[in-house]
């Protein structure tokens, strides 16, 4: 980020300094049961960071079926969102070498071949991505120093008590920040957001994230993520993974909303192998 991004965003209100009543305006938040300080979170921090890192040491290679249903919502009373996209992807999680962030996700059509973004439904959808893993990178140890925390409390999600945390990250010191991508323009974004948290096992449930502010050149308004995670079990692995089953995105963009809802199926594990032959002269 420049200097000037920094100051933009170092100005905008986060839900660190969310009131009672703003907390209790929130649909998502709705019968929390309000933490009472802050004494409790070093903890959750601790162990919810051990679990991530835990994670990201034994993630294995995966592939997995993504089916992508994209439209626009009309406004208004019924905030009805149409269909008007349907598409069905390879969607590839791999480990990335040091220096890089901790995963990559990729994604192909279902024969392997890479994707012509800008030829998907008439060029009249965006198609987001990096849900897998991306979302969790912010309770990693190494990241967490560039955010901030909140406790919020405690909260039923699908029937199981969470604890509700939220999280900032620090502009300009998050080192994997988020981009919009719009033809030749590019703009780093600066994310905030809300974790659910089984307070048994430290594992992550539900991860809701939305814009600090919208970037500054005013055509990208709004960026709401809502992942959800399901325990998998992969034929020969030794241990379930939590993993992303179904993945909502609301954007605004010059004054119109888009809904991007992405499900995830059939988890399989898959290695990539070289092979190094003799140089044949033409």
Not at 47 to 56: D, T
Not at 124 to 129: E, K, M, P, V
Request: charged letters at 25%.
């Amino acid at each position: 980020m420049t200097p000037q991004e920094i100051r933009y965003y170092d100005e905008a209100k986060t839900l660190l300094d969310w009131r009672p009543e703003e907390i209790q305006s929130r649909p998502e938040l709705q019968e929390l049961q309000s933490a009472s300080n802050q004494q409790g979170l070093p903890e959750i921090l601790r162990a919810v960071g051990e679990r991530v890192s835990k994670l990201f040491e034994d993630f294995p290679n995966l592939t997995s079926t993504e089916e992508v249903r994209s439209g626009p919502c009309d406004e208004g009373l019924r905030k009805k969102c149409r269909v008007t996209y349907r598409g069905k992807f390879n969607y590839l999680v791999v480990r990335r070498t040091e220096g890089e962030p901790l995963m990559g996700e990729y994604r192909t059509d279902l024969k392997g071949r890479p994707i012509d973004y800008r030829s998907l439904g008439h060029g009249r959808i965006f198609l987001t991505y990096g849900f897998a893993t991306t979302s969790l990178q912010h309770f990693h140890p190494q990241n967490q120093i560039a955010c901030r925390f909140r406790d919020f409390g405690r909260q039923e999600v699908a029937e199981q008590e969470a604890e509700v945390v939220g999280f900032v990250e620090i502009p300009g010191k998050y080192p994997w920040p988020t981009e919009w991508r719009h033809g030749s323009t590019v703009a780093p974004l600066c994310l905030q957001g809300l974790a659910w948290i089984d307070p048994a096992t430290y594992q992550i449930l539900r991860i809701e994230t939305f814009l600090l502010a919208p970037p500054p050149n005013g055509d990208f308004e709004s960026n709401t993520t809502r992942v959800e995670f399901s325990e998998i079990h992969l034929h020969r692995a030794s241990v379930a993974l939590w993993l992303p089953t179904e993945v909502v995105v609301d954007v605004r963009f010059r004054q119109r909303h888009f809904r991007n809802v992405h499900a995830y199926s059939g988890f399989k594990l898959f290695q990539v192998e070289t092979r190094i032959g003799p140089v044949v002269e033409k």
